[in-house]
């Protein structure tokens, strides 16, 4: 598509949307000069909440609290 100048864009914005929602990379220009492309947002895929359940297991004292000392370095 040839570039679209920046009053054409304005006007047409929600045409121009569309187009760009369809796959096709849309040039805006500025005096005959490209300075911005309107492109499609990448679809995200919902994730599955759940994926791992069962295969991460924890120790029980994991919570528990860390001994006097777990940080002190040893010199």
């Keep these: 598509m040839r570039p679209v100048n920046i009053h054409a864009a304005k006007t047409h914005l929600s045409r121009l949307l569309e187009k760009a929602a369809q796959g096709e990379d849309i040039v805006i220009a500025k005096n005959g000069k490209p300075v911005a ?12 909440l759940g994926l791992l359940a069962g295969s991460v297991h924890l120790p029980r004292n994991f919570g528990a609290a860390l001994p006097p000392g777990a940080f002190e370095e040893d010199t």
């Design 37 to 48: 492309k309107l492109v499609a947002v990448e679809s995200r895929t919902r994730r599955r």
